[in-house]
């Protein structure tokens, strides 16, 4: 059974930094792209970065809103993929998701959420 | 990057069908045969219905299917039943090599 545990969420203040944790089984994971979504509350779906597979370059991809601040990264040992976010801001607020994905365009397994909380 | 366009709500009786377009532009939607639709109920984590366009995963009912012409995308929904009322997101790969989602719709069962 694919699984996807994120770990790491919580309370932080804004400038901070959080590391964020995707912890996966039931696949074999260096052969799949994973992505992280958030999603603020009661807002929509929002696309922050992906890492494609290392058959693929391993080449990483973020969007505007957390390039410069935020880092995707893959351990294929461990099976876990990482969210290092720094600099956070209020508007960084929101439950994130750990994805996987054939190719880096869809997302066909989530996890179950993590909320990150930014706030003095 | 802008987020897709989709309207804010949908409705329809058990039975019917209805249909969530998803409009981009020609650097998005327009651009590749990789626009995919999420399924999202209160609380949940998103669900995958269809992928690059028209591809239903294993165990999507067939009642669910996407279509796309130009920069718009489809999502129909035939049959509707009470189950199908959530939020549904559509997605697309974009020309800068991101991924951009839709605002959302809800969808309602009457």
């Known amino acids: 059974e694919v699984q996807l545990v994120e770990s790491g969420g919580g309370l932080v203040q804004p400038g901070r930094s959080l590391r964020l944790s995707c912890t996966t089984s039931g696949f074999t994971f260096g052969d799949y792209a994973m992505s992280w979504v958030r999603q603020a509350p009661g807002k929509g779906l929002e696309w922050i970065t992906f890492i494609r597979s290392k058959a693929f370059g391993g080449t990483k991809e973020y969007a505007a809103s957390v390039n410069g601040r935020f880092t995707i990264s893959r351990d294929d040992s461990k099976s876990i993929a990482y969210l290092q976010m720094n600099s956070l801001k209020t508007e960084d607020t929101a439950v994130y998701y750990c994805?996987?994905?054939?190719?880096?365009?869809?997302?066909?397994?989530w996890g179950q959420g993590t909320l990150v909380t930014v706030s003095s | 990057q802008s987020a897709l366009t989709q309207p804010a709500s949908v409705s329809g009786s058990p039975g019917q069908s209805i249909t969530i377009s998803c409009t981009g532009t020609?650097?998005?939607?327009?651009?590749?045969?990789?626009v995919s639709w999420y399924q999202q109920h209160p609380g949940k984590a998103p669900k995958l219905m269809i992928y690059d366009v028209s591809n239903r995963p294993s165990g999507v009912s067939n009642r669910f299917s996407g279509s796309k012409s130009g920069n718009t995308a489809s999502l129909t929904i035939s049959g509707l039943q009470a189950e199908d009322e959530s939020d549904y997101y559509c997605s697309s790969y974009t020309s800068s090599s991101n991924v951009v989602f839709g605002g959302g719709t809800k969808l309602t069962v009457l």
């Open positions: 020609s650097n998005d939607v327009g651009a590749y045969n990789y």
């Open positions: 994805t996987r994905g054939s190719s880096p365009d869809y997302s066909d397994y």
